[in-house]
């Protein structure tokens, strides 16, 4: 049973408008949540993270969103830039397991149009 | 800086040989960790190792087996491969787990089984 679900497979949006994606989780447990971001051919580079004691996270033109009653986390790219086009994983850590492990949903393609 | 480094990029094997895939990190990491990602399956945990000279199971074990060979270096053996191997291998590290460091991740093998 997933975890973490990342609901849109694909999203497309134009240059300088909001990107948006989100990520769905099961467990209250959770209480570390990260934003990855992959190129094609490349490993995955972590973007922004937040910790379940906050509910907003900013850092440059990428905002993350926690709403912990809903289970429910976002990011927000604002303005989006074409080099934004990747593949985006959430990722989750359980507070009651082993610190060391994350689960990640099954990523969202984001194609930001010039 | 390298970062993390997985060696060999691309490989190509035959139902029932083994392998080893090698991964070393620069960063003076405690943990190290290794995933596979399928198409539509997202990131899924194989083995890690919270710190040199431990090791212990990920999500999807079966078929691997690990060696912290000393804290920089973390490789993952296929003994007898299978076409279900076939996958993108990454290798990522962090600092001391327990702490909110993200994980750094190498840029893959890329694993065909026939």
């Known amino acids: 049973d997933q975890q973490v679900k990342q609901n849109s497979p694909s999203l497309s949006v134009q240059e300088g408008r909001i990107s948006i994606l989100n990520c769905d989780y099961t467990?209250?447990?959770?209480?570390?949540f990260l934003w990855y971001k992959k190129y094609p051919a490349e490993g995955p580079t972590f973007l922004i993270s937040?910790?379940?004691?906050?509910d907003k996270n900013e850092d440059g033109r990428f905002t993350v969103f926690l709403n912990k009653s809903a289970k429910h986390l976002s990011l927000h790219i604002v303005p989006s830039q074409p080099g934004d086009s990747a593949v985006y994983f959430c990722a989750v850590r359980d507070s009651g397991g082993s610190n060391y492990k994350l689960t990640f949903g099954k990523g969202t393609l984001l194609t930001v149009n010039p | 800086n390298a970062g993390v480094t997985q060696t060999p990029k691309f490989q190509v094997l035959k139902t029932g040989q083994s392998m080893t895939l090698q991964c070393a990190q620069d960063?003076?990491?405690?943990?190290m960790y290794w995933y596979r990602q399928d198409p539509g399956m997202g990131l899924r945990l194989i083995y890690y190792s919270a710190s040199e000279g431990t090791t212990d199971k990920g999500e999807v074990p079966n078929g691997y087996n690990v060696s912290r060979l000393n804290k920089r270096e973390f490789s993952l053996r296929l003994e007898s491969a299978a076409p279900s191997q076939t996958s993108v291998y990454f290798c990522?590290?962090?600092?001391?787990?327990?702490?909110?460091?993200?994980?750094?991740f190498g840029d893959g093998t890329r694993l065909s089984i026939l």
């Open positions: 467990n209250s447990m959770f209480d570390y």
């Open positions: 937040i910790s379940s004691i906050k």
């Open positions: 990522a590290s962090s600092a001391v787990g327990y702490s909110n460091q993200p994980q750094h």
């Open positions: 960063m003076n990491h405690n943990s």
